[in-house]
């Protein structure tokens, strides 16, 4: 299975995405979790990312799209994957079509986890996370809102989206996604 979860920050992706992960066997590949690994490493990449993601900002295409495009060719994504956070642009979005297209390996579903501004704002400042700061937050949903959310057209014209309410017990938005791709 090769399935998407697309949302606003803290609507859920990792969350879901690792429960996913465990029952289908398949790895939970999150561009923000590669993205902080390669800072914490001080790589090339990792000092171009560093910027950005303090902000709040979208790292560079190219580089978000070089690091998936080698993570899915490991050997554990041969059998599927749960992308977790990408892709987050148009540019992101064709480069993922093309890339699964050229392998006979497309998309088999989009989860897009609905979740309200406010509610985000509260959960992401409970979690503390370096960029879960309000100033941040706040670029980080109008980030979303101009630039990713947008991109959910192009997965419906496509036939691949599902929109699931991201608000409620773990458990439940768990079964409604397991519904949706059965
Ligand atoms: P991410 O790491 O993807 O950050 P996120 O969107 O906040 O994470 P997520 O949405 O997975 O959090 P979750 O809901 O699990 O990105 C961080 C940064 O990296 C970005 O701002 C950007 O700079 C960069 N980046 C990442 N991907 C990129 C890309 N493709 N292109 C360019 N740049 C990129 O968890 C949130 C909290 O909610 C948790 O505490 C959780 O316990 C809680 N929660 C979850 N479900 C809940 C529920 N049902 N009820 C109550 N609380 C719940």
Redesign the pocket.
Known sequence: MRLCLF?P???????QGEKLSEEYGIPEV????L?RAAVAAGSELGQKAQE??SQ????ADDV?VGMIRERLHEADAEPGFIL??????FG?AEALQEMLAAEGKPLHRVIHLDVDREEIIT??M??KRA?DNEATIRN?LEVYSSQTRPVLEYFKERDLLTTIQ?????DE?YANIKAAIA
């Open positions: 949302g920050p803290g609507s859920g992706k990792g969350t999150s561009t923000g979790d993205l950005a993601m709040g900002n979208l790292v978000v977790d956070g990408f892709p987050r642009s992101q959960r992401l409970a979690r960029d980080r991201g608000v409620g017990e773990v938005i």
